[in-house]
Each structure stands twice: as structure tokens, then as C-alpha cells.
């Protein structure tokens, strides 16, 4: 199946402050546990726990070593995008295979922010990716809230069923 990336408006880390306190936990053990040299590339998929307040999943995506100026190169990132969401849709697939409930997947835009990767380009790579269904939630600027406030109410709802 071809990847299936759909676009919506809204405001993805509209959520309860301290709502994930395990998750955060769980990617920092990891990184700390993980030679840097390994990290890159590498999907963490974080199930969730009785102390999470929202029964999400998370997955962290590990596409560049810093970010800023910092940032790696924009085809390495691209490369180390494709292996990790690779490695994502693989990962679900097995835990749904052996019965495990995963709802719909929900990111911002990937790579477009602090990595400083065009949409265009990352969007590209994630078409690459086999059996990926993704919703990415596109921020709004604060002239467009009030007239979108329907569509923050849809993104809730959405996310409430996955």
C-alpha cells in the first residue's frame, strides 16, 4: 500500500501540561543507553502507561544529531526520516499483528521546523514509506485560530478515538 499523508489544521501539543511523564523518561533512558553513532535513523515507539493522563503512543523520531545551526545536512536528515518511519510503520504492523490497539498516527510537520527541512522535501521521503497512514497537523498562526476553532475541535475529537 502506498503511503497516505493527509493534512489538517490544528494545534497538535494542545494538551494538559505534564500529560506524557513516562514517555519523556523512556526517550531519555534511551538516548543515554544508546551510543550516539546508533541513535540516528531510529524510531523509539513509546507505549503508554497507567500514569500518562492521555493514553497515546509516542514515537521520537531521531533524524539529526542537533539542530540550529548545528543541524546535520538536509539529505542526511531526509535519509535518517525514511529509516525511522520505516521503522515505525514496521514496528506497528508487528504490534497490531499480535493484537495490539494503535489508533490513527498524528505528527507536526516533520523535520520543518528546527531542522530547517522544506515540507516539500520531507513529504517526498515519507511517499516512500510503505503502508504509512499519517495525519500531520499543520500549526495555525493566531489570526487563523479563532476562524479554525472548529477544526481544533474535529482534531480532538479524532484524537480522542485513536
Known amino acids: 500500500m502506498e503511503a497516505q499523508i493527509t493534512e489538517i489544521k490544528g494545534d497538535l501539543f494542545k494538551s494538559p501540561p505534564n500529560s ?14 544508546t551510543q550516539p553513532d546508533q541513535q540516528l535513523g531510529n524510531c523509539i515507539l513509546i507505549e503508554p502507561n497507567e500514569e ?19 543541524r546535520d545536512l538536509k539529505d542526511e536528515i531526509l535519509q535518517n526520516t525514511l ?7 514496521s514496528r506497528i504492523e508487528d504490534l497490531r499483528s499480535a493484537g495490539k490497539e494503535i489508533g490513527e ?25 510503505r503502508g504509512l497512514v499519517l495525519n500531520v497537523v499543520e500549526a ?6 479563532e476562524s479554525r476553532s472548529g477544526d481544533d475541535q474535529q482534531l480532538a475529537e479524532k ?3 485513536s
Not at 52 to 70: E, M, N, P, V
Not at 83 to 89: C, F, G, I
Open 20 to 33: 506524557y511523564p513516562k514517555a519523556f523518561s523512556v526517550y531519555r533512558r534511551w538516548c543515554r543507553d
Open 52 to 70: 500518562d493522563t492521555r493514553k497515546h503512543w509516542i514515537a521520537c523520531l531521531l533524524t539529526s544529531q542537533y539542530y540550529g545551526r548545528k
Open 83 to 89: 529509516r525511522a518511519m520505516q521503522q515505525l510503520t
Open 105 to 129: 498516527l498524528f505528527a507536526c510537520k516533520i523535520n520543518s521546523g528546527k531542522f530547517g527541512v522544506p515540507w516539500v522535501d520531507t513529504q517526498e521521503v515519507l511517499q516512500q514509506v
Open 140 to 145: 495555525e498562526t493566531e489570526d487563523l485560530k
Open 159 to 161: 484524537m480522542k478515538r
